[in-house]
């Protein structure tokens, strides 16, 4: 027999990304609708361990939608991945009245949730929201439009600078060991050069490469470096360079959590909205121990099992084809 749910929890788990505060918006307007309570649990599992739960009514949610970072908070907690500690934060959910759960985070905030499922049985499913959009089961995930335009505005200013000085900038984004926000920023801002942790590339091929855009009468560039890539960070990929050609001027920039934070866009918002409304309909259909996404443009259901023993995957012929695009 199905669960009655009449009180749904939310939280915001593991790195921010803008985006979050629409999804949890959704779920609460969602869970009013269906004249449910909702509870906000603060700083993810922390908060969950640490019994920092608070009521949430339509008015908590409002004028939030256009705000990055998170209401509720978010923590990275390693513990919870002790059953004792899962053990207890079930505990103190029952207690509080909660029947449910919503997840907002990225696939380590997955795997937390699929043990409450599997451990406890507890009714719990995902959102997927992480710059790096690099989880399985979702085409696209809350917070990776709004981090893919930022640094492509940032990249468009530096390239100014590259060009007044016939510089070569070395520019490292996020994406932890996924080149989504890489190649998609590289495409976007013209890179000269992208470079990914899909693909394996060598140092001697990455100054040829440079060195033919300099016979092209290319006097700066802009190289894009996606932190975990084969080469290392912006800073040693720049050094490597500058030992093979030291006539050349370079410059390094580390974007940084600026990718993390800011205006969440259009987009970031209505994926984080439509995907907010679908996890409170779907605890009510009886969906658990999945994560919901989107998918050709439809709402797609990958249980957290699959969705964590998987990796978005970048489309590697957009590699090469930045690279034509690029001379
Ligand atoms: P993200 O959700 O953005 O991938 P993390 O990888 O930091 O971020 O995971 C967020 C939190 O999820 C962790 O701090 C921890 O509390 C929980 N978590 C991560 N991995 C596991 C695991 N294997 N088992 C249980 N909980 C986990
Ligand atoms: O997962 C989001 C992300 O911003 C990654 O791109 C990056 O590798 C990581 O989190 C940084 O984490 P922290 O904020 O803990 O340094």
Not at 36 to 41: E, N, R
Not at 157 to 184: P, Y
Not at 252 to 281: K, M, W, Y
Request: hydrophobic fraction near 40%; proline fraction near 3%.
């Amino acid at each position: 027999m199905k669960k009655v749910i009449q009180k749904i929890g939310v939280m915001t788990s593991g790195g921010d990304s803008p985006g979050m505060n629409a999804a949890i918006r959704a779920v609460v307007r969602t869970a009013m609708f269906y004249k449910l309570d909702v509870v906000g649990i603060k700083r993810g599992y922390k908060g969950m361990l640490e019994e920092d739960f608070v009521p949430m009514t339509s008015a908590s949610v409002s004028k939030i939608i256009n705000r990055g970072g998170t209401i509720l908070q978010t923590s990275r907690c390693p513990e919870f991945k002790e059953y004792d500690c899962r053990k207890k934060a079930v505990e103190n959910m029952e207690k509080a009245g909660i029947d449910a759960l919503v997840v907002i985070g990225g696939d380590g905030s997955f795997r937390g949730a699929n043990d409450l499922f599997k451990d406890f049985g507890f009714p719990v499913v995902g959102l997927p929201a992480t710059i790096d959009n690099d989880i399985y089961g979702t085409d696209l995930t809350i917070g990776f439009d709004t981090a893919i335009n930022t640094a492509m505005e940032a990249i468009d200013k530096i390239r100014d600078t590259a060009q007044s000085h016939d510089m070569i900038f070395f520019v490292e984004v996020m994406g932890r060991d996924a080149g989504f926000i890489a190649l998609h920023t590289g495409i976007a801002t013209g890179a000269e050069v992208t470079l990914i942790p899909e693909i394996q590339g060598d140092i001697d091929s990455l100054c040829n490469y440079l060195r033919m855009g300099r016979r092209k009468n290319k006097s700066s560039g802009i190289v894009v470096v996606a932190e975990g890539g084969h080469m290392g960070s912006a800073i040693e990929v720049a050094a490597q360079v500058k030992e093979r050609i030291p006539s050349y001027e370079t410059r390094v920039t580390t974007l940084g959590h600026i990718q993390r934070g800011g205006i969440p866009s259009c987009n970031d918002r209505v994926l984080a909205s439509i995907l907010g409304f679908e996890a409170v309909n779907a605890l009510l259909d009886g969906h658990s121990g999945e994560m919901i996404g989107r998918v050709n443009n439809k709402t797609s259901f990958t249980p957290f099992e699959e969705a964590v023993s998987r990796h978005g995957e970048v489309d590697k012929s957009w590699y090469e084809i930045t690279k034509i695009l690029s001379v």
